[in-house]
């Protein structure tokens, strides 16, 4: 069986370990500082697999020995904003957690993917690239499908239809600059446009946009985890079972889109080794405006991060 840790069993991380679990496709290693909270929702989603007739194993620990040898390290790892905080103090505490359970973790899997969740996304995602030395290929980071299928589901909402009718696609950098594709989006093969209103079309977009904040709000303390984990799963299986999908992902440009530099939510195919290829979609002059507009704002985090 194929071997997946997963670095941080908070909400994100356990959750993550939850839909893995189910699918059956890994064994999983659950590693958190707090150690008893590793080892309590290791053995809790253990004993729940003869429920649910899946044979993958877990551990949970706070000892990185268990994780030899993984085929993919998910890092969700990371502190909370607390009031008042700034936003760069998370940024620096955040980097410092990401940088070290990185190294960590490619010192005993040197060949592992690594696949990231803790925020800010897009900045976490180049302190690992950097972190790890690796090539940009084994270094993902999640949010193009949680904010894609986030407005899958609204649209779907919408119209009363089946989620799996709605294909939409989100792409820069998770947070409200992100850039929704609503002309490349469609509802069982017609475009958006043609079928909602400008104005609900026009609200869905903005719903999507706060989507993780209007969680938050609701949730009154941490933020969303059941989608963020479903999309975790999803981008660990395409790698283990080489699926060559095709997602938004953040991976680190090289003059893709016309950016280099930072890691950024655009369309790859995912397989074995991690990213197989980026998918450069013809943009129209807006939609190019607005990927340069979130772009600004990553950079702006990036340029935040310590020395
Ligand atoms: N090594 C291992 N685990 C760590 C470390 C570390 N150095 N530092 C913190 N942790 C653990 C915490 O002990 C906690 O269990 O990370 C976990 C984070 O879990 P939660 O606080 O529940 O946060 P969660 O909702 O899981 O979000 C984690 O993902 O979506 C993002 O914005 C979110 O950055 C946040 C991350």
Redesign the pocket.
């Known amino acids: 069986m194929a071997k997946v840790t997963i670095?941080?069993?908070?909400?994100?991380?356990a959750t993550t370990a939850h839909w893995l679990a189910e699918r059956g496709i890994a064994d999983l290693v659950l590693?958190?500082?707090?150690e008893g909270?590793a080892r309590g929702k290791a053995l809790d989603l253990m004993q729940a697999m003869p429920v649910i007739g899946s044979d993958a194993e877990l551990v949970g620990t706070g000892d990185y020995e268990e994780t030899v040898g993984s085929d993919i390290v998910v890092i969700?790892?990371?502190?909370?904003r607390k009031p008042g905080m700034q936003r760069e103090d998370l940024l620096t505490i955040?980097s410092l957690?990401v940088e070290?359970?990185v190294q960590e973790s490619l010192q005993h899997s040197p060949d592992a993917v690594l696949i990231i969740?803790?925020?800010p996304l897009d900045a976490m995602s180049l302190v690992a690239l950097r972190a790890s030395g690796l090539p940009r290929e084994r270094v993902l980071g999640q949010a193009g499908i949680l904010d894609s299928a986030r407005m899958r589901c609204f649209v779907a909402m919408e119209l009363g239809v089946s989620v799996e009718n709605v294909h939409c696609y989100v792409l820069g950098g998770h947070g409200d600059s992100m850039v929704p594709l609503v002309r490349h989006s469609n509802v069982a093969g017609v475009p958006l446009v043609d079928i909602l209103p400008t104005d609900r079309l026009e609200a869905i977009v903005e719903r999507t946009r706060k989507a993780g904040g209007e969680i938050i709000s609701l949730l009154g303390t941490?933020?969303a985890?059941y989608a963020?984990g479903a999309a975790l799963a999803q981008m660990v299986e395409a790698v283990l079972l080489d699926r060559h999908r095709i997602v938004p992902a953040s991976v680190y440009l090289q003059g893709e889109y016309g950016l280099s530099g930072i890691c950024f939510g655009v369309p790859v195919q995912l397989g074995r080794g991690g990213m197989e290829r980026i998918l450069e979609l013809d943009l129209n002059p807006e939609e190019q405006q607005a990927l340069q507009a979130s772009a600004a704002y990553v950079r702006e985090t990036i340029e935040a991060l310590p020395d």
Not at 31 to 34: G, N, T, Y
């Open positions: 670095i941080g069993a908070g909400q994100a991380g590693v958190d500082i707090r909270v969700t790892a990371g502190a909370a955040n957690i070290t359970t969740l803790t925020n941490g933020s985890y963020p």
